[in-house]
């Protein structure tokens, strides 16, 4: 499966984005889907992660994006969005979806594709 992410960009503090990564090349429905961010000199950051049906998301444990982002999907569309709300500065980094058959959702090594990563930037 092959993953285009879209809707990064530039935003000021306390602004909103919603990210979207179109799934093409295998049957979307049969993938668990994540997304995952790396800010400059650090590793690779779970965010969230939905499984084929869209029930009960996973979310990193860490307060950094717990109430402020949510994960969802549209099997119809071939489609997961990360809606992205109260950004911060710290927000900043390259946002990666990804897909995986089956995975621990927190693990990116478990996963069996990646995205070529989009660029969030929030200002202060």
């Known amino acids: 499966v092959q993953l285009v992410e879209s809707g990064g960009g530039l935003v000021q503090t306390g602004g909103s984005l919603r990210l979207s990564c179109v799934a093409s090349?295998?049957?979307?429905?049969?993938?668990?889907m994540g997304w995952f961010r790396q800010a400059p000199g650090k590793e690779r950051e779970f965010i969230a992660a939905?499984?084929?049906?869209?029930?009960?998301?996973?979310?990193a444990d860490s307060d950094s994006v717990k109430g402020r982002f949510t994960i969802s999907r549209d099997n119809g569309k071939n489609t997961v969005y990360l809606q992205m709300n109260a950004l911060k500065p710290d927000d900043t980094a390259v946002y990666y979806c990804?897909?995986?058959?089956?995975?621990?959702?927190?693990?990116?090594?478990?996963?069996?594709?990646w995205g070529q990563g989009i660029l969030v930037t929030v200002s202060s």
């Open positions: 090349g295998g049957r979307f429905s049969d993938y668990e």
């Open positions: 939905i499984s084929w049906s869209g029930g009960m998301p996973d979310y």
């Open positions: 990804a897909a995986c058959s089956i995975c621990t959702p927190f693990n990116p090594a478990e996963y069996d594709a």
